[in-house]
């Protein structure tokens, strides 16, 4: 059964050199700053889903997940591809260049939502590690791309699957789905889209997902 996020953003057949050199300056000026966008995410989201779930309840917050929270992930997810080298659009004028999909799921409480600052630790350090290997595939695919006005599908495979993987655990941190994120790159079919909140069976407790 596919994971109820799907994140996927097609590179074009070639790129623009002179958008990537202004890239390649801003990422290494700025590669600061995107981490800290980053890191602010993994506190902020949780927080800002407690919050909002105290004032409007979970079945509304989640209702209205497509205007909120689903939304400010696709910028986000956007921003971090174009820097990426995973699109040549910036999300603010073709958001339609990122993919992301999210089935909203479960009944999160303030508890349940806190929580996961806790829970997706271990996604934290993996996604550190690879962190490292991402930044040297980048650099190649940004030297590729300057001679060859594109880059090698493996690298393209790479970055596409490590945003996706940062995508479903932003989702997660943001109390969008029940599920426990996977430690995959891929999870196979996307996930339906505009499709109604669910709730758990039986009386799984919040914060209880399991892989």
Do not use: C
Request: hydrophobic share 50%; aromatic share 14%; glycine share 6%.
């Amino acid at each position: 059964m596919a994971y109820p996020v799907s994140f996927d953003v097609q590179p074009p057949q070639t790129f623009d050199k002179a958008q990537v050199v202004l890239r390649i300056l801003l990422f290494l000026v700025l590669s600061w700053f995107l981490n800290g966008i980053l890191g602010a995410a993994y506190w902020l989201l949780p927080i800002i889903a407690a919050i909002m779930i105290a004032q409007k309840g979970a079945a509304t917050y989640l209702a209205e997940a497509e205007k909120g929270p689903t939304m400010w992930l696709r910028y986000i997810m956007g921003a971090y591809s174009y820097l990426a080298l995973a699109s040549d659009k910036l999300p603010f004028e073709h958001p339609e260049e990122v993919d992301l999909k999210v089935q909203p799921s479960g009944t999160p409480s303030v508890g349940s939502a806190l929580l996961r600052i806790i829970l997706a630790i271990p996604h934290a350090i993996v996604l550190g590690v690879l962190g490292f290997i991402f930044f040297f595939i980048w650099i190649i695919s940004a030297i590729s791309i300057l001679i060859n006005e594109t880059y090698p599908e493996w690298a393209q495979n790479f970055i596409r699957g490590y945003l996706r993987w940062t995508a479903r655990v932003l989702a997660y941190l943001a109390s969008l789905v029940e599920e426990y994120p996977p430690f995959s790159f891929d999870t196979g079919a996307a996930a339906p889209a505009a499709l109604p909140p669910t709730q758990p069976s039986g009386g799984e407790a919040p914060g209880s997902e399991t892989t």
